[in-house]
Nanobody
Framework: QVQVAESGGGLVQAGGSLRLSCAAS????????MGWFRRAPGAEREFVSA????????DYADSVKGRFTISRDNAKNTVYLQMDSLKPEDTAVYYC????????????WGQGTQVTVSS
C-alpha cells in the first residue's frame, strides 16, 4: 500500500499563489505517475495536472495551463503543485493521486486539502 498526504491548502485572494505538496509513504518503490485532481462544491471531480515518474512528461487541464506548475522530488517521494494567478473558480478540494508503476489508473488517493480563493 501507498499512503498519500496532501498539505499546503488555505485561503488566498484572487491573483495570489499557493503551493500544494503531496508526500507518499509505504510501498514507495511502486510509485509511478502522480497527479492532482480537484472537486469544487456541487461539481464532479476533475483532472488538474499529472507528472510521469521521471518528471519528463507533464499534463495540465486547459483551465490551469500557464498558471499551475507540477513538479516532483523522487528522493522525497513528493509531488508539488505551484498555483499562481489563482482565480475564485479554482476554489475546490484538491486531491493527490498516485499510480503504481504498472498501473493504468490512479490506485492511491489522499484525503484532500481545501483551497479557497476569494474575489
Amino acid at each position: 500500500q501507498v499512503q498519500v498526504a496532501e498539505s499546503g491548502g488555505g485561503l488566498v485572494q484572487a491573483g495570489g499563489s499557493l503551493r500544494l505538496s503531496c508526500a507518499a509513504s509505504g510501498r514507495t518503490f511502486d510509485i509511478g505517475r502522480m497527479g492532482w485532481f480537484r472537486r469544487a462544491p456541487g461539481a464532479e471531480r476533475e483532472f488538474v495536472s499529472a507528472i510521469s515518474w521521471s518528471g519528463r512528461r507533464t499534463d495540465y487541464a486547459d483551465s490551469v495551463k500557464g498558471r499551475f506548475t507540477i513538479s516532483r522530488d523522487n528522493a522525497k517521494n513528493t509531488v508539488y503543485l505551484q498555483m499562481d494567478s489563482l482565480k475564485p473558480e479554482d476554489t475546490a478540494v484538491y486531491y493527490c493521486a498516485v499510480q503504481s508503476l504498472i498501473g493504468v489508473s490512479y490506485d492511491y488517493w489522499g484525503q484532500g486539502t481545501q483551497v479557497t480563493v476569494s474575489s
